[in-house]
């Protein structure tokens, strides 16, 4: 088992995968993951849906203008929601769960990158939000946070360079300029 300080240090964002599938039992331990995370009041009130249809996967990858195309490649994406009227937390219910799923992908040797829909869209205005709703039959009073891309690397990433690590935004006591 790779100790978290490794883990922190070692995972990257991928947004290149191999054809591999995910195996059944490691989508299961990254679901594990999410739902063993943290959250405000013990609520648990974040859903996710596991989508592994390729079909499904490249319209998600539609979903919003920049940054989400590389998802066409990935085998695996999970979508994180949230209630807004239920749970005032749950932005940050749901990005714990996230980060809990690509900390055990790390751990399981799968790349993953996080890709926000929350606040974006298309350039004809449709939140990406919406659009995912229709992709995934998510009931209106759900929002959509991101959607987080797991996959095989298909490319290396050098560890984060700890020379790089920016301690005078660490502040003891008081915030200090």
């Known amino acids: 088992m790779t100790e978290f300080k490794d883990l922190v240090r070692l995972r990257r964002s991928h947004r290149k995968f191999t054809e591999e599938e995910i195996s059944p039992e490691d989508v299961q331990l990254i679901m594990r993951a999410a739902l063993m995370?943290?959250?405000s009041k013990s609520q648990r009130a974040?859903?996710?849906?596991?989508?592994?249809d390729k079909t499904d996967i490249e319209k998600l990858a539609d979903a919003k203008n920049l940054g989400s195309q590389f998802m066409k490649g990935a085998p695996l994406a999970v979508a994180v929601l949230g209630d807004p009227m239920r749970n005032?937390?749950?932005?940050?219910?749901?990005?714990?769960?996230?980060?809990?799923?690509?900390?055990?992908?790390?751990?399981?040797?799968?790349?993953?990158?996080?890709?926000?829909m929350r606040a974006r869209g298309l350039?004809?205005?449709?939140?990406?939000d919406e659009v995912i709703r229709g992709i995934l039959n998510i009931p209106a009073n759900y929002s959509v946070l991101c959607i987080v891309a797991f996959g095989?690397?298909?490319?290396?990433?050098?560890?984060?360079?700890?020379d790089n690590l920016k301690w005078e935004n660490v502040h003891i006591g008081k915030f200090s300029e």
């Open 46 to 52: 974040w859903q996710f849906v596991v989508v592994d």
């Open 123 to 128: 350039d004809d205005g449709t939140p990406a």
């Open 152 to 162: 095989h690397k298909a490319d290396e990433r050098k560890p984060q360079n700890e």
């Open 37 to 39: 995370s943290p959250t």
């Open 88 to 116: 005032d937390c749950w932005v940050e219910d749901g990005s714990i769960a996230a980060v809990s799923m690509q900390y055990q992908a790390e751990e399981l040797g799968l790349g993953s990158c996080l890709v926000q």
